[in-house]
């Protein structure tokens, strides 16, 4: 009786030992211990152990998951996980398959949610049809069809989800869903919740991805949102996400890239219409200047700005751009009212059409998106891709030389179609000219404008007072015909000659011929704390700025040259003679440079102003500044070139005289 006693008094301790026992010998709670964490290497141990678990742990993990104590500290270690395995397309793989199936087994609405919407950040864009197809179908709002394959449609609809949505996890989900359509259009959409702190650090992954993923999302909107985003990036691949982030931003161009056409609070950018393009051009300019004050005061009250929307309130006259435009790519979303008539016009003629469908008695059955007033052109769209009235819809247009293309909501309805000079059907289309939002009389509401101007394509030539001065082209934009040397380092980009770091540091470029005494014109674009140089009577081997001479190209104002010698400045010839500083343009603007060589006599003009005229010869009499050999100094003649130090530069308008 007494060993049955101590049996029972001592069963309570026993079991306790045992629960114990099983609670340390359970990797899987020891795991989510340590979510969520502070420092990276809280984690490393523990993400490197869950790699190695096996169906067990797994099935334990997606248990705990739904364990309403346990769920956060899950959710919080499988976003880490994650983001770990996104580099490594095995345990990727494995980790999205296990998650497809977990999704069918969840319990609630949230968890299937959170389980989705960690799939999305493992699914490729090469595979995200297949991954769908297999998912359980939710229920809208919280994942809304995919109306057409580029997603188009399916933003639209998650744009009108985000604004009635309260619910964290309702937008972590949403932005997971605008992360598998690539492009800029889905990129500024996810960018806008940069703002809200419930979903700013997922917001930032995401436009950080799809910025790196395509070359086309670029532009002043583009880099000041990445550089808002860099401090919000977190998690275990942070480190290596922010340098890529912060490598894209060194290198990504200034030109051609997507800039926004409305702030979301005024007509800045925007003037009231005076006459049409051919009424303008006969105008005296102090009569234009009147006309277009008196519009720009009534377009006051004819468009208005309400919660970020620019909206025309019925009466008046079309809105438009203050800047021309030639060649460009326009992004646009409209809504239109019932019976709702209106536009867009391209350089100053009418028009893209936009209209309610129902109109049959104007034949606006046919939809949006045509060339409303093409008369031997096809005018009408090929499809009717229009969402219903009242609901928003999106624009694609692209024009180049007299031929238009438009896609509407995703759909391609105008196809490369020529578009006719309404105001004077013998001329071809003006080439440059302004951008208008029509006034039709019925109401009309606009956001998202976005443009990007593209690049024409043609070669450059001279202008008619160089040719007769005896200047010759050295790049007409098309090719390095006339250039020698590192021409993998020395790329062609719309236009211009771009420096590649990546293929040897971008190393040297020299001109084929060689030139004596020559004045050369060029300009060059810096990226920030970039570094080149102009080679001048350089041989092709050796060290130009010894062997031949160096004329600075640098960012010198950047934090990285605060320690810089006198004669290492923007326009110094390197180690003999310094440059005046305070007349450089910053990263992303295009400097205009003249050098001038005659005999030993060197001058630099920069945007305008000398900033440095001296005699090598007399600089050099007593040894040069920085106290090195410099028996280029001697040479009479030698190739121009460009000088790479490892970092993005970029030129344009080269051209040469020889004297």
Known sequence: MRKITTLFLLLPLLLATLALQAQKADPVADAIKAFPYQKSQDVTPVLAAMQAWGKLEWKKFFRYLQDDSLKVKSAYALNAYVNAVADEPAKKAELAGMLSKEIAYAKSESTRILLQSQLNLLVDQSTV????????KLPDPVVPAIVNPNGVQQLLDLQDQMEKVANPLEKRNILSQAARVPGFYSFVFVSKALADPDVSGQAALIVSRLALADENIRGPVVRKTLEAALPLIRGEDSTILVTKVNGLLRKMPYDYGFVSMFNGKDLSGWQGLVGNPISRSKMKPDVLAREQAAANEKAKNDWVVKDGTLMFTGHGDNLATIKKYGDFELLVDWKIGDKGDAGIYLRGSPQVQIWDTSRTDAGAEVGSGGLYNNQKNPGKPLVVADNKVGEWNHFHIIMKGEKVTVYLNGVLVTD?????????????????????????????????????????????????TEKKQGFHLLFDGTNLDQWTGNKEGYVVREGVVEVNPEASGGGNLYTNEEFADFEYRFEFQLTPGSNNGIGVRAPLEGDAAYVGMEIQVLDSEHPRYANLERYQYHGSVYGVIPAKRGYLLGPGEWNKEEIIVRGSRVKVILNGTIILDGDIREASRNGTIDHKQHPGLKRTSGHLGFLGHGEVVRYRNMRVKKL
Not at 129 to 136: I, K, T, V, Y
């Open 416 to 464: 490369n179609i020529t578009m006719e000079n309404y105001w004077d059907r013998n001329l071809p289309i003006f080439p440059k000219e302004q951008i208008e939002l029509q006034a039709h009389g019925t109401m009309v509401a606009y956001r998202n404008l976005f443009v990007r101007e593209l690049p024409s394509g043609t070669p450059n030539t001279l202008a008619e």
């Open 129 to 136: 049809n297949q991954q769908l197809s297999a998912l359980p």
